[in-house]
């Protein structure tokens, strides 16, 4: 069983900076690509920023300078920095993991619960 968890969202003000965490845990072989994604009400989930297990990194275009995403492959968490956050940042932030359990396993995709993230104006 692999869980990942979230923390760090919550209500900020436009200008503002959050930090997001994820912690995978479980029974976990090895970790490709980490990330987030984001859905805001009415609309589909989409990528924000993820990370490969090499470090190469990948933003949409909206948050591109603004939001930083890291990871410590020893602690198995990725990280998001976000500065200088708009209202239109405001959705529900989701983990992603992509791993496998075992060196016979396949990869798989695992999700977080989410977290809020609101940014007034």
């Known amino acids: 069983q692999v869980q990942l968890v979230e923390s760090g969202g919550g209500l900020v003000q436009a200008g503002g900076s959050l930090r997001l965490s994820c912690a995978a845990s479980?029974?976990?072989?090895?970790?490709?690509?980490m990330g987030w994604y984001r859905q805001a009400p009415g609309k589909q989930r989409e990528l924000v920023a993820a990370?490969?297990?090499?470090?190469?990194?990948n933003y949409a275009d909206s948050v591109k300078g603004r939001f930083t995403v890291s990871r410590d492959n020893a602690k198995n968490t990725v990280y998001l920095q976000m500065t200088s956050l708009k209202p239109e940042d405001t959705a529900v932030y989701y983990c992603?993991?992509?791993?496998?359990?075992?060196?016979?396993?396949?990869?798989?995709?695992?999700w977080g619960q989410g977290t809020q993230v609101t940014v007034s104006s």
């Open positions: 990370i490969a297990g090499g470090g190469s990194t």
């Open positions: 479980g029974r976990i072989f090895s970790i490709n690509t």
């Open positions: 992603n993991a992509n791993l496998r359990g075992g060196s016979m396993s396949p990869y798989a995709n695992y």
